[in-house]
């Protein structure tokens, strides 16, 4: 009786402890299994992607200028600003206009330059005396106001050759200041006046009337002869105030 209850208790140890053995081999196979199949961190997932949008932004950036100078449109032609409209100082005359018989005529065949001469005429007090003789052409002509007195100049030219004229007070200081000269050839006239026909140093030709004044008139000829100069110089017409 004994020996089968302590056989019954040896049993139940060994079950016990073979069950414990047993619980212990699964929970060591179970950690192993469950240790295997853990997923082991992937090293590429350290490593940074390349971003698209980066390349394709630099492909954008980089896009040959040949194709943004094709697309571009110029700015429409800005046309040009019409000049200011003249305006007249109120109270002032406006410049006389050369007409088919004009005064100023016997000046230039140019409708302008007869304007020009009108106007002057009309300004300056004195008597305005201008020429067109036949082979020369008018270079240039001025005149001015200055509180001391007006004055004219008119330039003449055939080739090299040139009559210079200067009318008015043009010069104010003595007869002998205002006409120098080398040599008195004798004398002649300046359109209806008569002068003092005078060699210069220069070895050209002058006519002077009343030098020194406010109305003095002198005529000078470079490169000309004496006839062809004292004709010219009787040809003179004066231009009549209107």
């Given at each position: 009786m004994n020996d089968t209850r302590g056989s019954l208790v040896n049993h139940r140890r060994l079950s016990a402890a073979s069950f414990a053995a047993v619980a212990l081999a699964l929970a060591l196979v179970g950690a192993a299994c469950s240790s295997a199949l853990e997923p082991t961190p992937s090293p590429v997932a350290d490593t940074p992607t390349p971003a698209v949008t980066t390349q394709a932004s630099a492909t954008a950036t980089t896009a040959p200028q040949s194709s943004l100078i094709a697309t571009f449109t110029p700015w429409p032609t800005v046309p040009p600003t019409a000049p200011p409209t003249p305006y007249h100082t109120p109270g002032k005359t406006a410049a006389p206009s050369a007409g088919p018989t004009s005064p100023a005529q016997a000046c230039s065949s140019s409708a302008k330059n007869q304007t020009f001469f009108l106007e002057a005429a009309n300004a300056l007090k004195f008597t305005v005396y201008c020429a067109s003789p036949k082979g020369w052409s008018l270079a240039n002509a001025n005149y001015g106001q200055p509180k001391a007195g007006g004055w004219l100049t008119i330039n003449y030219k055939s080739g090299s050759a040139t009559i210079a004229v200067s009318e008015g007070a043009f010069c104010l200081t003595s007869a002998s200041a205002c006409?120098?000269?080398?040599?008195?050839?004798?004398?002649?006239?300046?359109?209806?006046?008569?002068?003092?026909l005078d060699g210069l140093a220069s070895g050209d030709l002058a006519i002077y009337v009343s030098p020194g004044t406010a109305h003095a008139y002198r005529i000078v000829g470079h490169l000309v002869s004496q006839s062809a100069f004292v004709s010219i110089a009787a040809g003179f017409k004066a231009v009549p105030k209107t």
């Open positions: 006409a120098p000269k080398s040599s008195s050839i004798g004398s002649a006239s300046f359109g209806p006046l008569s002068g003092a």
